[in-house]
C-alpha cells in the first residue's frame, strides 16, 4: 500500500534553534544574513558581475503556521500553540472523516464556531513582506502549509502552491466538485439554528474575539488551529450537515458501477441512507495523500530555485520537511527563520563553512512579521529593484542600529 505523504504529526522533542551566522541572533543581524541569503549570486558567477534575478535563478519561500500568527491565528508548537498547551488535541483524519457520520458532525459543529474568526482574520505584513520580495525579484515561488489562502490575497501575482489545501472550499469526496465555504456556513446555519444562536452569543460576549489557547480556556473554550473550537460538552450529535449539491442533483456512479443514492431529510440535511453526497474540507487531512499535481509542483519548485528560505515552520509535518530534505540532498543552501526549533535542523546546518556571513545558509529565532520588513527596506536602501544584485559594499549597507526601530509597513 502506498504511504500517504501527509503523516502523523511529528511529536518528537525540537532542539533550540543554534544560530547562524551569529550575528544573526538580533532583529538587526537577523535581517543582514537573511538579506545577504536571499542574494548571493550563483556559485557559477565568480566574476563578480550583477546577477540577473529571475526566473529559476531565485528563491523558494516554504511557510507554515508561525507566518500568520500575527494575523490572529492558532499556531502548532509555538509558546502559545496548540500542541504545546494542549497536549491530548488530536486533528482528525481523513479515514475517520469519510467513514464516520459522528465524526463529521463533530467536525462541522466545531468548524461551525471556529470558521467566523478565521474568515475575518486577514494578511499581516509578513505576507506583504513576501509579496515585496516577490517583486523585487529574490523570491519566485511560495509554498505554504497554511490553508488560510492568505499568500494568495497578499500576493497573487506571486505563484503560491497550497501544499496542503485550504479552507476557503469545500470538496464532494465522490464527484470531486468544490463549494464556497462562505456558503456552506449559510446553509450550516439554517440547519442548526439552536447553534447559530449559540455562535451569535458567543461573539457578542467577545468569547471569540482570541485565538490565544489560554484566554479561550477561561471561557470554556478549547482552541485548535485552522478554525477548529472545542465547547467540552456540547451536544455534537445534534449538529446537521448539508449534502453536495450536485451529488443531489445529480447522484454520481460509483466505483461498481451503481448509481449512488444521495437523500436528504426536510430541511436539506444530509441523510444517513445517502451513499454519497459528502463534502470535506478542502484541504488535506491526516492520512490523506498529497494530490500529485500538487506534489509534483512543489517538487519542481524546490528543483528550479538556488536555495530555500523556511519562514514560521517547525517542519514537524512530514511533507514539508522532506522538501527540505531535498533541497538539502541536492546541495542547496537553506534558511530558516522561526520562532523555536526545527525538526532536523541540526543535519542543515551541519556543513555550514566558517566565516559564513548568511549566503551560505541562515537560522535566525526571530518573528516572521519583524524581521521580514526589514529585510524588504534594507534591500530597498540598497537599491535592488528586481533586476540586479544589490550593492554589498560597506559604505551601501545600512548602520546596523539605524533600522532596528525600521516601523513596519501597512499593507498597500
Known amino acids: 500500500m502506498k504511504k500517504p505523504l501527509m503523516r502523523i504529526p511529528y511529536t518528537g522533542p525540537l532542539p533550540p534553534p543554534v544560530i547562524f551566522p551569529r550575528s544573526a541572533n538580533t532583529p538587526t543581524g537577523a535581517t543582514h544574513a537573511l538579506s545577504r541569503f536571499l542574494t548571493a549570486q550563483d556559485e557559477g558567477n565568480r566574476s563578480g558581475a550583477a546577477v540577473v534575478l529571475t526566473g529559476a535563478g531565485i528563491s523558494v519561500v516554504?511557510?507554515?503556521?508561525?507566518?500568520?500568527?500575527?494575523?490572529?491565528?492558532?499556531?502548532?508548537?509555538?509558546?502559545?500553540?496548540?500542541?504545546?498547551?494542549?497536549?491530548?488535541?488530536?486533528?482528525?483524519?481523513?479515514?475517520?472523516?469519510?467513514?464516520?457520520?459522528?465524526?463529521?458532525?463533530?467536525?462541522?459543529?466545531?468548524?461551525?464556531?471556529?470558521?467566523?474568526?478565521?474568515?475575518?482574520?486577514?494578511?499581516?505584513?509578513?505576507h506583504y513582506a513576501v509579496r515585496d520580495l516577490g517583486r523585487m525579484g529574490v523570491l519566485g515561488n511560495v509554498i505554504?502549509?497554511?490553508?488560510?489562502?492568505?499568500?494568495?490575497?497578499?500576493?497573487?501575482?506571486?505563484?503560491?502552491?497550497?501544499?496542503?489545501?485550504?479552507?476557503?472550499?469545500?470538496?464532494?469526496?465522490?464527484?470531486?466538485?468544490?463549494?464556497?465555504?462562505k456558503e456552506f456556513q449559510t446553509s450550516l446555519a439554517a440547519l442548526n439554528p439552536t447553534w447559530a444562536a449559540f455562535l451569535d452569543e458567543m461573539l457578542a460576549a467577545g468569547a471569540l474575539d482570541s485565538e490565544n489557547p489560554e484566554e479561550r480556556k477561561a471561557k470554556g473554550l478549547k482552541s485548535n488551529p485552522d478554525g477548529d473550537v472545542d465547547v467540552p460538552g456540547a451536544p455534537y450529535t445534534t449538529f446537521r450537515y448539508p449534502a453536495c449539491p450536485t451529488c443531489l442533483e445529480k447522484p454520481p456512479i460509483l466505483h461498481d458501477g451503481s448509481r449512488a443514492v444521495v437523500e436528504v431529510d426536510a430541511d436539506g440535511a444530509w441523510s444517513t441512507a445517502s451513499t454519497a453526497g459528502v463534502l470535506?474540507?478542502?484541504?488535506?487531512?491526516?492520512?490523506?495523500?498529497?494530490?500529485?499535481?500538487?506534489?509534483?509542483?512543489?517538487e519542481s519548485a524546490i528543483d528550479d530555485a538556488p536555495r530555500i528560505l523556511v519562514v514560521g515552520s517547525s517542519l514537524a509535518t512530514y511533507s514539508a520537511w522532506r522538501l527540505v530534505k531535498r533541497a538539502k540532498e541536492q546541495g542547496k543552501p537553506i534558511g530558516i527563520l522561526n520562532l523555536g526549533g526545527a525538526r532536523g535542523e541540526d543535519a542543515f546546518f551541519a556543513d555550514i563553512p566558517p566565516g559564513n556571513d548568511g549566503a551560505k545558509g541562515v537560522r535566525c529565532n526571530e518573528s516572521a512579521s519583524k524581521v521580514l520588513p526589514m529585510v524588504v527596506d534594507q534591500?530597498?536602501?540598497?537599491?535592488?529593484?528586481?533586476?540586479?544584485?544589490?550593492?554589498?559594499?560597506?559604505?551601501?549597507?545600512?548602520?546596523?542600529?539605524?533600522?532596528?526601530?525600521?516601523?513596519?509597513?501597512?499593507?498597500?
Open 379 to 412: 534591500l530597498k536602501r540598497m537599491g535592488l529593484h528586481g533586476t540586479t544584485a544589490p550593492d554589498w559594499s560597506e559604505n551601501s549597507v545600512m548602520d546596523h542600529g539605524s533600522y532596528e526601530s525600521t516601523p513596519l509597513r501597512t499593507p498597500s
Open 144 to 181: 505554504t502549509q497554511n490553508v488560510d489562502s492568505f499568500h494568495s490575497v497578499a500576493h497573487p501575482d506571486l505563484p503560491t502552491l497550497e501544499l496542503h489545501g485550504y479552507l476557503r472550499s469545500l470538496v464532494c469526496i465522490h464527484c470531486r466538485n468544490e463549494l464556497s465555504r
Open 280 to 298: 470535506k474540507p478542502a484541504v488535506i487531512m491526516f492520512g490523506e495523500s498529497i494530490p500529485t499535481p500538487v506534489k509534483d509542483a512543489v
Open 62 to 126: 516554504l511557510t507554515g503556521a508561525g507566518i500568520s500568527v500575527a494575523s490572529g491565528l492558532a499556531d502548532y508548537r509555538g509558546t502559545g500553540g496548540t500542541y504545546t498547551l494542549n497536549k491530548t488535541y488530536r486533528p482528525i483524519y481523513y479515514n475517520e472523516f469519510v467513514s464516520n457520520h459522528e465524526a463529521r458532525k463533530r467536525y462541522w459543529a466545531r468548524s461551525f464556531l471556529g470558521w467566523t474568526n478565521l474568515n475575518r482574520a486577514k494578511p499581516n505584513v509578513a
